[in-house]
């Protein structure tokens, strides 16, 4: 009997309609565009504007165009990961939102808060679901609207990241195809390098923390680089290492787009060409959980059937991984 793998059958993402420009970033913190390309490959990236709208609200026409384009009913879906860090309400999971919007009826589901790295975390843990044999239609969503937590007045985070959200649908797989191998790795020594110092159950929310501005990221921008460029980088050699896989047996490096020089040294590192690395940062910034999912959508008609793909994300906390898959289907 052939083993069971999970395979991506299906992807799609969205993107809200307005831009913010390097150049209109000018007139809010002292930056300049060619200042913020050189260090980070950002020229835009896109805003959810419009009251009383969460992560959610992005995940709905990306969910719904996704079901369309693999011709199935909300009512096949059987769980639900939706990966983020910016949830509508601390609690219920968003998740759980998404599924009553979206009238996914049958299908139970949890958010999963692993920074920029969670949708690769949830992409290895829906495929144990799939592979378990317990389901087979596992949506894992990844998406967020940074935009909440981003001060604008911070250069240091706000000519980062943007709002964006993707999604793909996990089904069995019995042809040798799909999730092959992951590795993840977390260290929570990096915590108070990059995070978010109120709002939680350490440092609730008050007069206090509000007024410092303690409710939006923080990043100690040199030290997370150091960090992910390293480690981000040997993941994905190391995942391709035991693998067997040389660079020539690589169709595409997927990774997180949180800086350019980041996605270089792992491109570098794993010995993959520029012309098979996918990038998007330019148009799109980091938008976090909703990066490689994105990435997936817009290349997706240039993916073969069989073609080796290496995921790699890092983020927050720390988190970090990589994922070796072999793509199931022809677009």
């Known amino acids: 009997m052939s083993k069971i793998h999970a395979a991506i059958t299906a992807v799609n993402g969205y993107v809200p309609d307005y831009v913010l420009t390097n150049h209109e970033l000018e007139t809010m913190v002292e930056t300049n565009d060619e200042w913020i390309m050189s260090r980070t490959g950002i020229k835009e990236r896109r805003i959810l504007k419009g009251e009383g ?29 939706f990966c983020t860090v910016t949830p509508d309400l601390t ?20 958010d999963l808060q692993a920074a920029c790295s969670g ?29 909440s937590i981003i001060n604008y007045e911070d250069r240091a985070t706000c000519i980062i990241f943007g709002d964006g959200c993707g999604c793909a649908l996990l089904e069995p797989n019995d042809e040798g195809l799909g999730i092959m191998d992951s590795i993840l790795k977390t260290d929570g020594s990096g915590a108070q390098l990059l995070y978010q110092k109120a709002g939680g159950s350490v440092r609730p929310a008050s ?19 150091k960090f992910a460029v390293t480690n981000m980088a040997d993941v994905a050699a190391e995942v391709m290492e035991r693998n067997n896989l040389t660079a020539d047996d690589i169709a595409w490096l997927v990774p997180h787009q949180a800086n350019k020089r980041i996605i270089d040294a792992t491109a570098n590192r794993t010995g993959i060409s520029a012309d098979k690395v996918i990038i998007n940062i330019e148009r799109y910034g ?24 290496i995921l ?16 199931a289907y022809n677009s």
């Open 286 to 309: 980091n938008t976090t959980n909703g990066t490689i999912p994105l990435c997936l959508w817009e290349w997706e008609s240039k993916f073969k059937k069989g073609d080796n793909l």
């Open 53 to 81: 709208m969460g992560t959610s609200e992005m995940a709905v026409p990306a969910v719904e165009g996704l079901l369309k384009k693999r011709g199935i009913s909300a009512e096949e879906i059987d769980l639900i990961i």
């Open 119 to 147: 949708f690769l975390f949830g992409l290895a843990t829906g495929a144990q679901f799939i592979e378990s044999g317990k389901h087979t239609k596992v949506l894992v969503v990844g998406g967020d609207k940074m935009s």
């Open 207 to 225: 007069h206090e923390t509000v007024d410092n501005k303690e409710h939006y990221a923080y990043q100690e921008g040199q030290a997370v680089f």
């Open 312 to 327: 790699a994300a890092f983020g927050g906390g720390f988190t970090w991984g990589s994922i070796y898959l072999k793509w």
């Open 91 to 110: 609690f219920p999971a968003t998740a759980n939102i998404l599924a009553h919007k979206i009238g996914a009826t049958n299908a139970w589901g949890y």
